[in-house]
């Protein structure tokens, strides 16, 4: 393993409302979290990355305190949770989760080690990225409320990392994704 300075770097992309998915420490916000995966075609070790994925998610919201009631679904019905029409999620809504405040759907597009090898072996980048999909449903309507595409990365030169750090990295991942804008 080859190692050397790492940093982070986090940007969104899309319309993200500017304000913090997590509740405040007034409130008191119960949220349905909807998440799934679309890994590209060629896609590794997918079975790896779907558990990671899975204990960084439940990991995540058990321990960020970010609401105060929260439910945790993949799959609804035997159906993947993120291929719901909207028809379907509004009918899920008004029978599942008319106590919920909102819906929140995480796709993990991108989970994983990166290596980039430059003109020689002596330029190498790499590190670990996490590619998500956010969007704020209203329950009542199955309408979007805000989305965007969390980024995160952690690496750079000389840094090579394997899977070993993908829940972690997911968790992180989460924690800027959900805080508010500039609070870092």
């Given at each position: 393993m080859?190692?050397?300075?790492?940093?982070?770097?986090?940007?969104?992309?899309?319309?993200?409302?500017?304000?913090?998915r997590c509740q405040g420490s007034d409130e008191k916000i119960s949220m349905v979290i909807l998440w799934g995966t679309r890994w590209r075609l060629n896609q590794k070790d997918v079975p790896l990355r779907e558990a990671a994925a899975e204990r960084g998610i439940e990991r995540f919201f058990s321990t960020a305190r970010c609401f105060s009631k929260y439910r945790i679904f993949r799959s609804i019905?035997?159906?993947?949770a993120l291929d719901l029409s909207a028809a379907e999620l509004h009918a899920f809504a008004a029978t599942?989760?008319?106590?919920?405040?909102?819906?929140?759907?995480?796709?993990?597009?991108?989970?994983?080690p990166?290596?980039?090898l430059f003109s020689s072996l002596a330029l190498i980048d790499g590190g670990t990225e996490v590619v998500l999909d956010?969007?704020?449903?209203?329950?009542?309507?199955?309408?979007?409320?805000?989305?965007f595409i969390a980024h995160w990365q952690n690496g750079?030169?000389?840094?090579?990392?394997?899977?070993?750090?993908?829940?972690?990295?997911?968790?992180?991942?989460?924690?800027?994704?959900?805080?508010p804008p500039g609070s870092k």
């Open positions: 080859l190692s050397g300075c790492a940093s982070t770097r986090f940007f969104v992309n899309g319309q993200s409302g500017g304000k913090p019905g035997g159906r993947p599942n989760i008319a106590a919920s405040d909102r819906i929140l759907s995480i796709t993990v597009r991108e989970l994983g990166v290596v980039k956010i969007s704020e449903i209203v329950p009542a309507t199955g309408e979007t409320a805000g989305s750079g030169p000389w840094v090579i990392k394997g899977v070993a750090t993908l829940e972690d990295d997911i968790v992180s991942a989460l924690r800027e994704a959900m805080s």
